[in-house]
């Protein structure tokens, strides 16, 4: 076993993220920068401008991460980047970052998928789940249900074939008015609703494991077409579409439980921090007697914490890249 501490970058869309995991003692330090309020104003993120700030931000970041843990690069036994998807312009700054830094102190760059970060993301927590696992993953940018058999050992039940949960819920709230990010505000919204209108569970009555969260905006706007929009009305509206969000994660993931008879469910991505998806899930868990595990919600949304932890393993296993310099828009997990 080798003992080691691993640098992790992430850069991948709007959080500049930079951590130190050490291989026995664990997460030694994290630090994130977002760009969100930046974004905001556009309504949505703009991605030279997300470049621009990664450029800026993550040496200092780096600097600042090493030094509060009083670390030198001798320390270091490899960088650990997000090598996508994401953005390509924003990858690229953690990418040539990184793969500089291991150059200049003779260490090797680790590519890592960001979505292994995040499903990885509940290791760092206190009683980690043990393999094999059910994970769903639920971000901006991804819907999967993934089997994990261990690192590097993932088979894929299921994705969305349309907008992915978190772009389903930004693109919501962009409808009723609410900025970007969408996710938070609407389920802030959702808390004053009442349950007034039903929107379907898509895709939930035919077999498989496949998503598709796109057709809710239909709904969206067919119902704030049948109101005079008052703030009440929308607060119904977000209600109904969270409700219906949460459920069809419910019931998708009961189904993926029970076919692939796993005992362990891991739910990660930015949308596992919204409170009424965990505690819907939590209870669909209980019945059917599955352990659920969780990030603590700062580690749901992107960060540089699971880009070290998924990097350091993958360098204990000895699966990393070499030499090469990652950076994929796309990219298959
Ligand atoms: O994982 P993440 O930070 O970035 C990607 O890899 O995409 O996920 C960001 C997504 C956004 O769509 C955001 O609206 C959503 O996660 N999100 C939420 C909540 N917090 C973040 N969605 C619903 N409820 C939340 N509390
Ligand atoms: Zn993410």
């Known amino acids: ?42 309504g949505g993120v703009v991605p030279e401008l997300a470049s621009r700030d990664h450029i800026r931000k993550l040496v200092p970041l780096i600097k600042q991460c090493m030094n509060e843990a009083g670390l030198t690069s001798r320390d270091i036994g490899g960088i650990a980047y997000t ?21 200049a102190w003779r260490k090797p760059a680790i590519a890592v998928h960001h979505m292994e970060g995040h499903l990885l993301a509940p290791m760092l927590e206190n009683n980690p789940p043990s393999f094999p696992f059910l994970a769903l993953l639920i971000s901006g940018g991804h819907t999967m249900l993934v089997e994990v058999k261990g690192i590097g050992r993932y088979h894929l039940l299921g994705e969305s074939l349309d907008d992915a949960a978190g772009e389903a819920f930004d693109k919501t709230a962009k409808m009723l008015g609410l900025g970007y990010p969408g996710g938070p505000k609407l389920s ?7 349950p007034r209108f039903k929107f379907p569970r898509p895709m939930t009555d035919r077999p498989g494991l496949d998503f598709s969260f796109s057709g809710l905006k239909t709904y969206t706007m067919n119902a704030l077409h049948d109101t005079a929009q008052s703030d009440q009305d929308k ?49 669909m868990a209980d019945k059917e007697q599955a352990l659920i595990y969780f990030p603590r919600p700062e580690f749901c949304t992107d960060n540089g914490a699971m880009i070290a932890y998924a990097g350091c393993q993958r360098l204990i296993a000895d699966q990393h890249q070499g030499s090469v310099i990652l950076a994929r828009a796309r990219w298959p997990i």
């Open 83 to 103: 090598a996508g998807p994401g953005l390509m312009g924003a990858l690229l700054v953690g990418a040539a970052t990184a793969n500089s830094l291991a150059w």
């Open 235 to 283: 607060a119904d509206i977000a209600l109904a579409f969270q409700t219906a969000v949460a459920e069809t994660l419910s019931i998708k993931c009961k189904r993926a439980l029970q076919q692939t008879r796993l005992d362990k469910l891991v739910v990660a991505g930015g949308v596992s921090a919204n409170s009424v998806i965990r505690q819907s899930l939590t209870e």
């Open 1 to 42: 076993q080798k003992s080691m501490y691993v640098l992790g970058l992430e850069t991948s869309c709007d959080e500049t993220g930079v951590a130190i995991y050490h291989s026995e003692k664990g997460l030694i330090n994290h630090l994130l920068y977002s760009q969100i309020d930046m974004h905001s104003e556009y």
């Open 188 to 194: 802030e919204l959702a808390k004053r609703g009442t």
